[in-house]
């Protein structure tokens, strides 16, 4: 089975930026959907955005305009760029791939990303 490890948190002011990696074990292409969720102390574990293996993209209303899910096949790595952070957007970062032929949904590890002065 493919797994996911992530990358690229850390501790950021509010206002900048972060870009976080998803690195697969194998190819990314295995997976017809592939997406970020986070959560943040205390809550639930929520959507960020996905990315389809046709290219379309989904983004949380939080997050619209500030962050952009992309991939580099060749890398078979999925990032996820994060601008203008809030203190809000303090969470821990994971990676979710659907597995194309099964369904089956593989998580990674996660990173944290703490934005705070």
């Known amino acids: 089975q493919v797994q996911l490890v992530e990358s690229g948190g850390g501790l950021v002011q509010p206002g900048g930026s972060l870009r976080l990696s998803c690195a697969a074990s194998g190819s990314i292409l295995s997976f017809s959907l592939m997406g970020w969720y986070r959560q943040a102390p205390g809550k639930q574990r929520e959507f960020v955005a996905t990315l389809s293996t046709g290219g379309n993209t989904n983004y949380a209303d939080s997050v619209k305009g500030r962050f952009t899910i992309s991939r580099d096949n060749a890398k078979n790595t999925v990032y996820l760029q994060m601008n203008s952070l809030k203190p809000e957007d303090t969470a821990v970062y994971y990676c979710?791939?659907?597995?194309?032929?099964?369904?089956?949904?593989?998580w990674g590890q996660g990173t944290l990303v703490t934005v705070s002065s």
């Open positions: 979710k791939g659907r597995n194309r032929w099964n369904g089956n949904e593989v």
